[in-house]
Every structure is written in C-alpha cells, then in structure tokens.
C-alpha cells in the first residue's frame, strides 16, 4: 500500500503563489493516476486537478484553470500542483489522491490513495 504526504500549504495574501508537493512512499504511484482535491469548512471534497500515470495528460477544474499547474516527478514519486494568482476561495485543505489505474477522472470514488491534507489559507 502506498503513503502520500502532503506539503508545502501555508498562509499567503491573495495573488501570490504556493507550490504543493505530494511524496509517495511504500508500494510505487509511477503508474497510477494523481489528484489533487481541496475542501473548504463546511463544504464537500471537490476535485481540482489531474495527471494521468504517464504525465501526458492533465485535467482541471474550471475555477483553476489558467492559474494552477500539475505535476509530476516520477523519479522522485512526487506529484506537485504550482497554485498562482490565489484568490480567497482556494482556501481549504488540500489532498493528494492516487488511483487504482494510470487513467483518472474528476470523481473522488475512483481515487483510493489518500494523503493526510494540507492546509491552505489565502488572506485578503
């Protein structure tokens, strides 16, 4: 079984930028599809982006695209997600997911790696 750890969240003024990194341990993530997801107080898990298990293809929520990028280092087994141009309601907690298979969508379900979140809190 794989562990993922999140890292990288913090306090930043809006507009800035901060850089999430998610590292894998035990059994490898190289083959297998990453997410990002986020959740803010009182409200569900919503997903926020993806890469496929090759790197060759990437998928967003429409409320980041243009701003967040992700990534990955397999040689490192680290998924990244540069966030720029943060507004208010990027706030939350951030996770890591890994999937079951090199291909991912925008469902939480297909996901069934989790890592432990990553708070993340934009001031005005």
């Known amino acids: 079984q794989a562990q993922l750890v999140e890292s990288g969240g913090g306090l930043v003024q809006a507009g800035g930028s901060l850089r999430l990194s998610c590292a894998a341990s035990g059994r490898t993530i190289n083959n297998r599809a990453m997410a990002w997801f986020r959740q803010a107080p009182g409200e569900e898990r919503k997903f926020v982006a993806l890469?496929?298990?090759?790197?060759?293809?990437?998928d967003y929520a429409d409320s980041v695209k243009a701003r967040f990028t992700i990534s990955r280092d397999n040689a490192k087994s680290t998924t990244y997600l540069q966030m720029n141009s943060l507004q208010l309601d990027d706030t939350g907690v951030y996770y890591c997911?890994?999937?079951?298979?090199?291909?991912?969508?925008?469902?939480?379900?297909?996901?069934?790696?989790w890592g432990q979140g990553t708070q993340v809190t934009v001031s005005s």
């Open positions: 997911a890994a999937a079951p298979a090199a291909w991912g969508t925008r469902g939480r379900d297909h996901y069934n790696t």
């Open positions: 890469i496929f298990g090759s790197g060759a293809y990437t």
